[in-house]
């Protein structure tokens, strides 16, 4: 089987020759793992110039059964370091807010300011949510997150598409959901708030969102660049459950959800989920909305794949649910949690990722027995 074949019968529930693997890294694991044996060569991120071909990227070194493209369904802000002090550096987002971080480094995000203070902010930043024609593609194969470097143009996207294309490995397109495309400028909590005080106005900035993503599959359809798949981030649970009501859940984003799989399916293209916490209780909404394939699922938030499987059968696939915490100290449980899965999994419905990233502190030697063991499956 091809990666991409591979990844398709997992999530129609039949059996693949082994299970699909895909990974995230820490920013800074690369670096460290050039001490224990990785080559000096194998860099973080693909190469900027489209023409170059894959050898060095480290999805490629570990051969990936996913290879992701990020859209950029941001308002456009200016996106600029504005400090350094130490490692530490403050900068402005695309999306319309300033924070403060490590540099080149994971880790905790402080959020410093947000642009949307009031409906006059929202009024200028709303006008913003336009696909221009004769602008830069929105979409690449650099992470959104800290994307400095100008965006490639639709013939170089369409290129380094094509590059990805040419591995035969499953293809996703990844964007922020309603949620999380809102309160990124509009601040966190004033967006529980307005949840509560003011409902239609996060509606309106989440669909707001919603459209430039589509006219961006459009454009990207237009372009030749057809995904098998699209990832939305929506971050909609905490370890105690989800961060808002399903009445809540229903009334606001649920019909967001809907018409973006109504898109989907019309396109054959999948729809994926990444939902930190546990939002279980939502479960059988986001099926009914089209969503096939659901992620991390956090198993510090109480998620197990394994009992999942009993409770929705072949109507998800789930990928992810390797816990985080294992990976680096307790290579015995790890191996025993990796083989009950795919002893449960062998014939589909699962895709392995852990349940957040490759932290440094895990040894190199230890991932890839860890690839080992699920590859021999």
Not at 31 to 42: C, N
Not at 155 to 178: H, S
């Amino acid at each position: 089987m091809t990666s991409k074949e591979r990844v398709i019968s997992a999530i129609n529930g039949h059996r693949p020759d082994k299970i699909p693997v895909h990974e995230d890294f820490w920013s800074e694991t690369p670096e460290v793992w050039k001490s224990q044996g990785l080559p000096e060569r194998i860099e973080y991120f693909a190469p900027e110039n489209p023409k170059e071909p894959l050898d060095n990227w480290i999805e490629d070194f570990f051969d990936f059964d996913l290879s992701v493209m990020f859209l950029d369904a941001s308002p456009r802000m200016p996106q600029k370091i504005l400090n350094r002090d130490g490692e530490w550096y403050t900068y402005t987002d695309r999306w319309g807010y300033t924070a403060k971080k490590l540099f080149g480094k994971s880790g905790t995000i402080e959020y410093v300011d947000t642009h949307t203070k009031s409906r006059e902010d929202w009024k200028i930043l709303a006008g913003r949510f336009v696909l221009k024609r004769d602008d830069t593609a929105r979409i690449d194969d650099r992470n959104y997150f800290e994307h400095f470097t100008p965006y490639p143009s639709w013939q170089q996207a369409r290129t380094k598409f094509k590059r990805l294309r040419e591995k035969n490995r499953y293809i996703i397109f990844k964007d922020y959901g309603p949620w999380e495309a809102t309160w990124r400028h509009r601040e966190f909590t004033r967006s529980l708030m307005d949840l509560a005080t003011d409902p239609g106005w996060i509606k309106e900035m989440a669909w707001t969102h919603h459209n430039l993503r589509r006219d961006i599959l459009e454009r990207s359809l237009e372009e030749g660049m057809k995904p098998d798949g699209l990832l939305l981030v929506d971050d909609l649970g905490s370890s105690q459950g989800p961060l808002i009501s399903p009445a809540m859940f229903r009334e606001i984003f649920k019909p967001l959800y809907a018409d973006l799989g109504t898109w989907l399916a019309k396109h054959g293209i999948t729809f994926w989920l990444h939902t930190c916490g546990n939002t279980e209780m939502f479960f059988e909404d986001y099926i009914e909305c089209g969503v096939r394939v659901i992620n991390p699922l956090q198993v510090s938030a109480g998620l197990d794949a394994v009992k999942l499987k009993d409770t929705f059968g072949s109507r998800l696939t789930f990928y992810g649910n390797i816990d985080a915490h294992l990976l680096d100290n307790n290579p015995l449980l790890l191996e025993k949690e990796l083989r009950r899965r795919i002893d449960t999994f062998r014939d589909g419905g699962w895709i392995y990722h852990s349940d957040h990233s490759i932290p440094p502190t895990m040894d190199y030697k230890l991932f890839f027995k860890m690839l080992g063991i699920l590859r021999e499956s």
